[in-house]
């Protein structure tokens, strides 16, 4: 198959390039630099240069495509506090896809998330399917989860669609994210912390192993399906603050809920969420089974812990 995909040199992206291409997949990989370009040039891909703000772009690569992957999305601004403005931007791009392959049978698979989908207890896929459960105009998580559910809105107009739930943490070695800010944190702060006793949970996926399942995705995923790149299903947030802690050479404390904001910074809103997820239906629909280590293995690797 040729397949479109946005984000193609972001963090999950680098790793979809290459699994697709070994899978004997032509890849054509949006970039909006020079670096990203000479990325995907390097890894085997061909570039199509532009941004998510680029409908026309969208529209033309799409169409000469017979699949497309959209990992992309405005981390920059959703930051920085426009998190509205990312995920219209998002929006815009499902859109743009959807007009380009109604009817045609082929795949669209989006990148969406699980943390705050069903919060205290394990999510499954079949969480978070009706109307009711998201919003346009909400904040955070809830935005993203509208535009998932018009995602799979898709499949009734002739769209292979398929939306893939990533947990928050993507980990693995050159990581950039919530567990590399939680080491760098811990490293300014001098202390490794958790909100309250810890026990809160997060689930987890390697890249690699999120990967291998955009793949199966993109290639045999029914129309409609929501799937859960889940490997961990729930990692207490004390067992990752003991790791961090344990390699730093620092105290494991507890930070007051009502301080987590001032402590964590920007992970403070998230770092106290109970958000455990499964992906047994994942699983059992196609046939996707982790092989890379689960979180806890991969902290202890060191990796996250050399000299930065």
């Known amino acids: 198959m040729r397949v479109f995909v946005t ?10 390039v290459p699994e697709l291409i070994g899978a004997g997949h ?4 949006l970039a909006r630099s020079d670096a990203s370009a000479a990325a995907l040039t390097r890894a085997g891909a061909q570039v199509r240069r532009g941004t998510i703000d680029d409908l026309d772009t969208l529209r033309s690569a799409a169409a000469e495509s017979d699949g497309v992957i959209h990992l992309a999305f405005k981390h920059d601004i959703a930051f920085t506090g426009d998190f509205q403005g990312a995920a219209a931007a998002d929006r815009r791009a499902v859109e743009t896809f959807g007009e380009v392959l109604a009817g045609s049978d082929r795949p669209l698979v989006l990148a969406s998330g699980i943390l705050g989908l ?4 394990v999510a499954t896929e079949r969480d978070g399917r009706d109307s009711g459960s998201a919003g346009a105009h909400d904040d955070g998580p809830r935005v993203r989860q509208a535009t998932a559910l018009r995602t799979l809105d898709l499949a009734s107009d002739g769209v292979r669609s398929s939306v893939l739930r990533l947990p928050p943490t993507v980990y693995g070695e050159g990581d950039h994210g919530f567990m590399a800010a ?6 300014d702060r001098g202390v490794s912390g958790h909100v309250g006793d810890g026990s809160n949970r997060w689930p987890g996926v ?3 192993d999120a990967a291998h399942l955009f793949r199966l995705a993109l290639e045999k995923a029914p129309a409609g399906s929501v799937l859960h790149a889940v490997t961990d299903e729930g990692v207490p947030i004390r067992a990752v603050a003991e790791v961090i802690g344990r390699h ?9 809920s009502e301080e987590a904001g001032e402590h964590f910074s920007w992970l403070g809103a998230m770092i106290g969420a109970d958000a455990p997820a499964s992906s047994a239906l994942t699983r059992e629909l196609l046939g996707w ?3 890379q280590p689960g979180l806890i293995d ?4 060191g990796h996250y812990f050399r000299a930065g």
């Open 298 to 301: 991969d902290l202890d690797k």
């Open 182 to 187: 939680l080491v760098g944190i811990a490293r």
């Open 118 to 121: 069903a919060p205290g207890r």
């Open 289 to 291: 089974q982790p092989v």
């Open 26 to 29: 032509e890849v054509v990989g």
């Open 7 to 16: 984000g193609a040199s972001g963090w999950i992206g680098s790793a979809v």
């Open 248 to 256: 730093l050479g620092l105290p494991v404390v507890s930070i007051p």
């Open 206 to 208: 390697h890249r690699l």
